[in-house]
């Protein structure tokens, strides 16, 4: 018979073991060795039975045990030191703590967070992020409150059939069983978000908190008794069901997960968050609900959107279209109009920020844009695929002009370094993970002591990759008596490769697989083997991805190889520390530029793997020729059979006559100096840039701190500025089509000219209804291309001189010729207002309908 109600009974700890609850209801643990010693000491058996989760521990261990405990001085001294050391963690200044200026609060939202294997949240590599950003902003004091759902059964785990086949398995998660609390009212009752769905439906949801360190994580349940079945499942599962379900999720944790912060903030007194950071498009909604709260407060609907776009940062994390949430028009229609419509939120205004391409279609990432003023990729490279892929929202600019930045992603180094490498680092170098310089001290530490961990954490991969492999051919019907091979199956001291990741087609998990013949060669090589650890999840609904992971499989299931090539199912947390800390070298082979950051192969930088990559996202920027191999890509070849026959082939030179070379070339001592001298190299060179410090630091001063005081400025004197910039950006809107360069001369030019030398330019332009200090009026200049446009251009301010009465206004200024070759110019005209934030922001700009004066020559 099977249970028709599952719930937690929580252990009650004597008085003298109180610290231990707060311990575990801090997750501070998941990235604190010291803490989780002293878990593992409570019942050193029962604490690998539960795969290291403090609550699962406390809610098995035996009331004897814990009387023991309560008698027991010593560990009641390491209680009581691991408390204070939390409390003290807990309230002293940190790095955010010493700016001037920094924001009180940022809201950060997110459909998934991966914070610790005992949370299971998260899919893929978006909530790890996410989890990685709370975990260093909690290390670093940036005053984040995070915001996401509570999924009654996750994402998934994954098995594998007999025949290789993945299968999803959805197990009940209780919240009574995980590291939350549920937040309470001021009179002791559960908080209640409610939320105004068609046909007269209310959508109602509980609200837990995770604390992570010091930044509170409010996930939203809509597991509750006061909605129906449907309302119920709304939060079943991480990215499951159909359109419908995924909409709901969205306003779920769009709109409600505002209301949750209202009520959070009331009634802990914690600061009302100035930014409001949508972490990809899936909480975009979170605009609307501002627009509404303001709209509500008397402000137009205009002057709403421009307070809620000043402290709003928008970050993409996709960088093909496909992967944006789109829905249909009517779908929209229906939540936010008609009887179930805001009354000051028209339904035509929000299909409106939403409005794409396709006219029956509501895109959720272009409403994100259009409701923040700072948007970003997360990598140098997806900045500059993100701006190609959403130039049409800003017509008429060149595509470096689409104000869509970069901050690339980094890593939360405690949550993923080896713990030995942890300690070496803290012996050797201090503070080292804490700060961007000094890494060049690694240089220093002797190549001994590094392989001697290398050894110990390659170990420690095979021990529990066997045991995981064990465990998957049992569920595959295997018996005992069959599985003797997997005692022996890889090898401590063989070169490991390791290749984990979500499973799209674009990844290429099967890359490897193009020659099997090559494959089993460099795998059975006599003198120099290789051995390849594999691991991930297809999306349920992803039949392709599905079939690759079984192309693997079968291969690895072949008596010939499957001691030097495994695939372990049901990839989570705790696997994924595993693989990039024993691994030798991380593959990634994505089709480029399709990655649009990734992050596994930072995680194994920073544990001293070698990354074997394709040259996308992040490796395309910090590659440098010796942190790492560069897998070359067919670029230019359109079959797509053909370019991934080049790429494989490349990859199995450079795992042949690179990689295994360097590895096992052990001439003296037996160390492998020349693999050493790159893996010192790859910690000196990447380590700074990969830590999620020096990711949530960019964050701060480039995108929060100037976001913070756009809000603050436009939400002065009763949201005066705002109205005032609502009331010039709808003016300079209406008016822009009477906007043009009528004429552009230039002078000094002289029939040679010299680099060196400038050019006066003098532009006319008619303004129309607007006045000159509406327009910013520059010179673009600089390289020119064979069909005469504008490679890379600087810009020169033109001033004003003179403005006549039927608004024509003269702008004069000098263009440097600094270029040598073909040299060329124009002049453009666009909005300017001191709190707009880039040149691009509404989208307007004119320039010559013909060239002008000199247009293009040659510079000597």
Not at 141 to 153: E, F, N, Q
Not at 599 to 606: E, R, V, Y
Not at 698 to 708: K, Q, T
Not at 742 to 763: W, Y
Request: glycine fraction near 10%.
């Amino acid at each position: 018979m099977r249970a028709i109600r599952r719930f937690t009974v929580r252990t009650v700890l004597p008085t003298e073991l109180a610290a231990l609850g707060e311990l575990v209801h801090n997750l501070r643990w998941s990235w604190h060795p010291e803490t989780m010693d002293l878990f593992a000491e409570v019942d050193a058996d029962l604490w690998e039975q539960v795969g290291h989760d403090p609550v699962a521990l406390l809610g098995a261990v035996t009331p004897t045990r814990l009387a023991e405990l309560a008698a027991d001085r010593r560990f009641l001294r390491r209680l009581a030191d691991a408390a204070d050391d939390l409390r003290e963690y807990m309230i002293s200044p940190r790095w955010h703590q010493t700016l001037s200026d920094g924001a009180r609060a940022i809201a950060y939202f997110s459909p998934e967070f991966g914070i610790a294997t005992a949370l299971p949240q998260y899919s893929g590599g978006l909530g790890i992020l996410a989890g990685d950003h709370l975990k260093t902003a909690s290390d670093l004091g940036v005053p984040i409150l995070a915001v996401g759902l509570l999924y009654r059964h996750g994402y998934f785990t994954q098995s594998l059939s007999p025949e290789g086949w993945q299968l999803e398995h959805y197990p009940s998660l209780d919240a009574g069983g995980l590291p939350l609390s549920l937040l309470k009212d001021t009179d002791g009752e559960p908080v209640k978000i409610r939320i105004g769905l068609p046909e007269g439906r209310v959508l109602h949801a509980q609200v837990w908190v995770a604390q992570v360190g010091r930044v509170p994580l409010l996930l939203l349940d809509s597991d509750v008794a006061d909605n129906d079945n449907a309302a119920r499942d709304i939060t079943d599962r991480l990215y499951g069901g159909g359109t419908d379900h995924r909409l709901m999720q969205e306003l779920l944790l769009g709109v409600g997960g505002v209301r949750a912060i209202r009520a959070y903030c009331r009634i802990t007194d914690h600061a009302e968050p100035e930014v409001f950071h949508t972490n990809e498009g899936h909480a975009g909604f979170l605009g609307l609900e501002r627009i509404r709260e303001l709209t509500e407060a008397r402000l137009s609907f205009d002057e709403a959107l421009e307070a809620v776009r000043a402290g709003t940062v928008f970050t993409t994390h996709t960088p093909v279209p496909a992967g944006i949430d789109r829905f249909p028009v009517d779908m929209i229609e229906r939540h936010f109009g008609g009887a179930n419509a805001w009354p000051t939120v028209p339904v035509e205004r929000i299909l409106a920020l939403g409005a794409e391409r396709d006219p029956g279609r509501f895109n959720m990432a272009i409403m994100g844009m259009r409701l923040a003023q700072r948007v970003n990729g997360v990598s140098v490279l997806h900045g500059e695929v993100s701006r190609e892929m959403f130039k049409d929202l800003w017509p008429g600019f060149d595509v470096a002009d689409v104000p869509i930045g970069s901050i690339t992603n980094g890593v939360h180094a405690p949550t993923w370094v080896g713990r030995e490498l942890m300690e070496l680092a803290g012996r050797e170098l201090p503070s080292l993970l804490e700060r961007a310089r000094g890494w060049e001290g690694i240089q220093k530490i002797s190549d001994a002591d590094i392989w001697q961990i290398r050894g110990a954490l390659r170990r420690r991969l095979v021990d529990g990759a066997r045991v995981r492999l064990r465990r998957s051919w049992r569920e595959r019907g295997a018996s005992d008596a069959e599985l003797g091979w997997i005692d022996d199956a890889l090898d401590p001291e063989v070169l490991t490769i390791g290749f984990a990741r979500r499973v799209p087609s674009y990844k290429r998990l099967t890359l490897m697989l193009r020659d099997p013949e090559r494959l089993t060669e460099l795998l059975l090589d006599p003198a120099k083997p290789v051995q390849i650890v594999i691991a991930g999840k297809a999306h349920p609904a992803d039949e392709g991805g599905k079939k690759l992971i079984q192309q693997i499989v079968k291969f690895a299931d072949q008596q010939s190889v499957r001691h030097r090539i495994v695939f372990l199912p049901d990839y989570d947390m705790a696997l994924g520390q595993l693989m990039v800390q024993g691994c030798d070298v991380w593959l990634n082979n994505p089709l480029r530029p399709l990655e649009a950051s990734g992050t596994s192969g930072m995680k194994s930088a920073l544990n001293g793997g070698l990354n074997l990559s394709v040259r996308d996202g992040w490796w395309d920027e910090w590659y440098d020729g010796t942190n790492g191999w560069a897998i070359p890509t067919a670029d230019g070849v359109t079959d797509p059979d053909r370019r991934d026959d080049l790429e494989a082939a490349a990859l199995y030179d450079l795992i042949e006559h690179e990689v295994s070379d360097r590895f096992y070339d052990r001439p003296f001592d037996g160390l492998p100096r020349r693999w050493m001298e790159m893996v010192k190299h790859t910690l000196t060179s990447l380590g700074p840039k990969v830590l999620a410090g020096r990711m949530l630091r960019d964050y701060v001063v480039d995108l929060y701190g100037p976001a913070a005081a756009s809000a603050r400025s436009l939400s002065a004197d009763s949201y005066a500025p705002a109205k005032a910039f609502a009331a010039w950006r709808v003016r300079v809107t209406q008016a822009w089509p009477g906007v043009r360069v009528e004429h552009v001369e230039a002078s000094g030019v002289g029939d040679t000219p010299e680099v060196g030398a400038s050019i006066e330019l003098r532009a006319t332009v008619v303004l129309g209804d607007l006045e000159a200090g509406d327009v910013l009026v520059e010179a673009a200049y600089g390289k020119v291309g064979p069909h005469d446009e504008l490679t890379r251009p600087a810009y020169a301010k033109l001033v004003v001189q003179s403005v006549e009465d039927d608004g024509r206004a003269h702008f004069t200024g000098k263009v440097p010729l600094d270029h040598t070759g073909a040299f060329g110019y124009t002049v453009r005209v666009v909005p300017y207002h001191p709190l707009a934030a880039t040149t691009a922001e509404l989208g307007l700009i004119a320039v010559p309908e013909e060239p002008a004066g000199m247009t293009n020559g040659t510079l000597r």
